[in-house]
């Protein structure tokens, strides 16, 4: 957070300053002016992550993580039903979610697999991936 405020807090403050002076020069209705009152809007939500060392400057985690829904997109076209998308964005969120706690998405549901069939319905959360441990799988599925 120190370094976010010595090396960060100046080019901001410099950066504010800049967009006031330019706004001012500007047409009020000019789309650059636009854009300069929306960025000066939401300034604080901006500038947040300066004093809290935990908050990141942008959001790419989130936006790798959609990736994947946002390139299959045209292949949910295909998924024959309402339902259908549905259970398909249920396995995409279930396979997101093994590979966030650092499962092999393919070994995960190879051993989800495996284990459901005699697995008791009352205790089905022991299968979700933030409760599995998988040491070596007892068959490497084929690529």
Do not use: C
């Not at 936006?63 to 390139?71: F, S, Y």
């Amino acid at each position: 957070m120190t370094i976010r405020q010595a090396r960060a807090r100046p080019l901001l403050d410099s950066l504010h300053t800049w967009l006031e002076v330019s706004l001012a020069k500007l047409s009020r209705k000019s789309d650059t002016a636009a854009a300069i009152r929306y960025a000066l809007s939401r300034w604080r939500a901006l500038t947040r992550y300066v004093d809290d060392g935990q908050l990141e400057i942008d959001n790419n985690a989130a936006e790798r993580a959609l990736r994947v829904v946002a390139l299959g997109r045209k292949n949910y076209l295909f998924a024959g039903s309402n339902a259908g998308g549905e259970r398909a964005a249920a396995i995409y969120s279930l396979l997101g979610s093994a590979k966030l706690n650092g499962l092999d998405p393919e070994i995960y549901l190879y051993h989800v697999l495996e284990h459901i069939a005699d697995h008791p319905i009352t205790r089905i959360a022991e299968l979700l991936p933030w409760n599995v441990t998988i040491n070596t799988p007892t068959i490497t599925p084929q690529a």
